[in-house]
């Protein structure tokens, strides 16, 4: 099973304000949607807590609530209590590539598992308040890299960008 992470990011690692996004980049918004579709999604609470009730949960796909608390509900979404579990429920129901989608914490702790990683790099330096974590580029093979530019919707250029772990 391939253990992707999927995230935004400015290029001062910038992911998230105030539990939300700090920009509007709705081709991103789109690459995200349509790369994680039919597959299973992992993230923390406070990135559940963050998504817009009307798009909770996360359509046309198995969503996973990794949480600390015991008593959290999260309807239509699987809760757990730990990454690893997430990933073992993901691996014993046949799913061949399972994405993390944050936040800072769930990174972390999928960073080492990770074979694979799916980086909007935002060619700006954002305020905020949440970071993605410092990874060493020299593990990771680029295999792909698109570039957007500025436009009337997007007030950022940023890439599509794919890394395999060497």
Aim: hydrophobic content about 40%; some cysteine; proline content about 5%.
């Amino acid at each position: 099973m391939i253990i992707s992470l999927i995230a935004a990011l400015s290029q001062n690692r910038v992911i998230g304000k105030n539990n939300d996004l700090p920009w509007h980049l709705p081709d991103d918004m789109k690459y995200f949607m349509q790369t994680t579709k039919a597959h299973y999604v992992i993230m923390g609470r406070k990135n559940y807590d963050s998504i817009p009730e009307k798009f909770r949960p996360l359509p046309n796909r198995t969503n996973i609530v990794v949480t600390r608390q015991t008593n959290f509900q999260a309807p239509g979404c699987i809760v757990v209590h730990s990454i690893e579990a997430g990933l073992q429920l993901a691996k014993a129901n046949n799913e061949k590539e399972v994405f993390i989608i944050g936040g800072s914490e769930i990174y972390k702790q999928g960073f080492p598992l990770a074979t694979r990683l799916y980086l909007t790099e935002i060619q700006a330096h954002i305020e905020g308040d949440t970071y993605f974590p410092e990874f060493d580029k020299n593990q990771w093979k680029e295999v792909s890299r698109v570039h957007h530019l500025i436009d009337e919707r997007h007030k950022f250029p940023f890439d599509f960008v794919v890394f395999e772990r060497k």
